[in-house]
């Protein structure tokens, strides 16, 4: 059955980069990267402009076409309250496809920790906006903010899988997000 793999987790924990993995090691499947989409969508640098709703409707669109067509999606997003995951679930269900769902976590400070130190050493615009962004709207109370609504998300959904995703181990991280989807590792 075709799947739309969802990739959970706090900003900076490492979701789209597993994401990409996959993807090298899956010929075929998309990289829904909802980053990515917002800079195809003008005005996403203006903290005024609300991209979001453009954003949602392709990620929609493109998600649905490519499980329409029998293709896997991997999604690397937060989403914090349980209504955003059920009714996402919801779409999935509807296009035939099988949910599943995967939480990449650290502990509290080392995911804010690692949320800054992305930043710091990104030249992306979108990831140096998003923290823009996140400083603005008071910073780390924010994302520790996040990190608790998704555990608490978790907790009300005890069939996502929880992979532990620490500093630095990409390809150890990789390995156990394999064995949480049941396959295994080159």
Do not use: C
């Not at 900003?11 to 990267?33: C, F, M, N």
């Not at 453009?54 to 669109?61: D, E, G, K």
């Not at 903010?145 to 998300?153: A, C, G, I, P, R």
């Amino acid at each position: 059955m075709v799947r739309l793999i969802h990739l959970n987790g706090p900003p900076g924990i490492g979701k789209s980069t597993l994401a990409a993995l996959y993807v090298d090691r899956h010929p075929g499947t998309l990289h829904l990267d909802v980053d990515g989409l917002h800079r195809l969508v003008g005005g996403w640098e203006d903290e005024e402009t609300d991209t979001w709703p453009v954003v949602w409707s392709l990620v929609q669109a493109m998600a649905a076409a490519h499980l329409g067509g029998g293709r896997d999606v991997v999604l690397p997003h937060f989403f914090g309250r349980i209504e955003e995951i059920t009714s996402f679930e919801e779409f999935v269900r509807s296009h035939g496809a099988d949910y599943r769902e995967v939480v990449l976590l650290d502990d509290r400070e080392a995911a804010v920790r690692r949320f800054d130190d992305r930043a710091r050493d990104s030249v992306d615009p979108w990831i140096r906006h998003h923290h823009r962004l996140i400083g603005l709207s008071s910073g780390s109370v924010v994302l520790e903010t996040m990190y608790d609504s998704l555990v608490e998300v978790m907790r009300l959904r005890p069939g996502a899988v929880v992979v532990p995703s620490a500093v630095g181990q990409v390809q150890e991280t990789y390995g156990l997000l394999a064995a949480a989807l049941g396959e295994t590792v080159p």
